[in-house]
């Protein structure tokens, strides 16, 4: 019997009143915790958890035992944050993968082509947009340990918190997580990750939202100085995304030359009844030259002739140029 409390499906959110975890509701639902023990553990399990974290933003790691008692102790992850409504003080947790997710069955095997290929050892930008709670960071996760598992070589992941534990070795790769904070922004946290990468490997930095000039800009130039960066972007569309990108390095052509000649590849993802739904827009490492020139232009909405014709391929199950 697997180590846990109950299924993935019985238990992805916990909220209740700050110090009333009797009053809890999980989801899916909102159902109460009403007389099942193992559920009541849990929440007060949170509850006491909570209590050593003074911040509104936090990561729980709650130890549980198996159904039976008599199984090993398994350890579930949660982000957790305090909200204020006119009830009082919420407390609400999101449970998150233990383990990033195997990629193979994960996306469409032209989009599992795409990330895992080995022209992207020479480094560039890979973005992940869409809505919240899409499922782009579990991508770009899978991506990462796929990568390293693959070809070896140093990941640093940098986000606010850390969604999926990845720390420690994947074949003979190694990821290191870092935790973004005011002390340690993300800009700096980039900074940082550059002058630890070993020579002569592989070198990929997993990033979470990036909101401020500075972090936008030391990522592009990671991306043009041979490290793959993964990031996410909540945005609505591909063209969407790199309006965003280009303010965020703060316009001209400066931003829209830097973008043209570190993006690989775009992705707009969302969920339907939990499966990852992609539009793709790869930027081939030969033959590529339009997509660039139309992007250096800041002619995003000439695209949409490539975005269709990638999706056509996709569709039909066929190889997306890399």
């Not at 809505?131 to 960071?137: A, E, M, R, S, V």
């Not at 490290?227 to 909540?234: A, E, G, N």
């Not at 570190?262 to 939990?274: D, G």
């Amino acid at each position: 019997m697997a180590a846990s409390y109950a299924s993935d499906e019985e238990v992805t959110d916990v909220y209740f009143p700050e110090g009333q975890p009797l009053r809890a509701l999980l989801y899916p639902g909102p159902r109460p915790v009403g007389a099942d023990q193992r559920l009541a553990a849990l929440v007060a399990g949170l509850d006491q958890a909570s209590k050593a974290h003074a911040g509104n933003f936090f990561t729980i790691r709650l130890k549980v035992p198996s159904v039976d008692g008599a199984g090993p102790v398994a350890t579930w992850l949660f982000r957790a944050q305090r909200a204020t409504t006119v009830g009082g003080r919420l407390l609400i947790f999101r449970r998150l993968a233990a383990a990033p997710p195997p990629l193979e069955g994960l996306l469409p095997k032209p989009i599992t082509h795409v990330l895992t290929h080995a022209s992207l050892c020479k480094g560039g930008m890979l973005v992940v947009c869409g809505g919240p709670g899409q499922g782009k960071t579990t991508t770009l996760a899978a991506t990462v340990a796929a990568r390293l598992r693959a070809f070896g070589g140093l990941c640093v992941a940098a986000e606010d918190p850390p969604e999926i534990p990845l720390e420690g070795m994947h074949g003979d790769g190694l990821c290191l997580q870092m935790e973004v904070s005011a002390e340690c922004p993300l800009d700096q946290a980039i900074h940082t990750a550059m002058r630890l990468f070993p020579v002569g490997v592989p070198s990929l930095i997993l990033l979470g939202e990036v909101r401020s000039r500075k972090a936008a800009d030391e990522a592009l130039c990671a991306a043009l100085n041979g490290t793959l960066v993964c990031m996410t972007l909540h945005a609505s569309s591909q063209v969407e995304a790199l309006h965003r990108i280009v303010g965020l390095v703060g316009g001209g052509d400066h931003a829209h030359n830097m973008l043209a000649a570190s993006l690989r590849a775009i992705f707009h993802q969302r969920l339907v009844n939990r499966e990852a739904k992609i539009q793709p827009l790869v930027i081939p490492e030969k033959g590529g030259e339009t997509i660039r020139g139309n992007i250096r232009n800041g002619r995003f909405e000439l695209l949409s002739s490539d975005l269709q014709q990638q999706q056509r391929m996709l569709d039909q199950d066929k190889p997306l140029p890399v």
